[in-house]
Nanobody
Framework: QVQLVESGGGLVQAGGSLRLSCAAS????????MGWYRQAPGKQRELVALITSSGSTSCAGSVKGRFSISRDNAKNTVYLQMNSLKPEDTAVYYC????????WGQGTQVTVSS
């Protein structure tokens, strides 16, 4: 089992920045992929960015150039740096980990005002 604790969401004006963090605990030796998904009201959950244990990353086209994902393996923590935020980035952001199974955080709200 893997437990995930997210932090860093909040309210920000368009053009601003936020940094999300997600700390993993439990069966952390089996963690491979870490990342972030988001779900806006009335929409399906969508991928934001992923990072593997070796540091390879991928991200959605809608956030490329504005968001960056990083990982501190020593702290078992994944980060999402979000810059140049837009109102359409408003969503609940979920931390995701693959460690033989899929694990999800509780979600953190990000609201971008215009």
């Amino acid at each position: 089992q893997v437990q995930l604790v997210e932090s860093g969401g909040g309210l920000v004006q368009a053009g601003g920045s936020l940094r999300l963090s997600c700390a993993a605990s439990g069966s952390i030796f089996s963690i491979n992929v870490m990342g972030w998904y988001r779900q806006a009201p009335g929409k399906q959950r969508e991928l934001v960015a992923l990072i593997t244990s070796s540091g390879s990353t991928s991200c959605a086209g809608s956030v490329k150039g504005r968001f960056s994902i990083s990982r501190d393996n020593a702290k078992n923590t994944v980060y999402l740096q979000m810059n140049s935020l837009k109102p359409e980035d408003t969503a609940v952001y979920y931390c995701y980990v693959f460690a033989s199974n899929d694990y999800w955080g509780q979600g953190t709200q990000v609201t971008v005002s215009s």
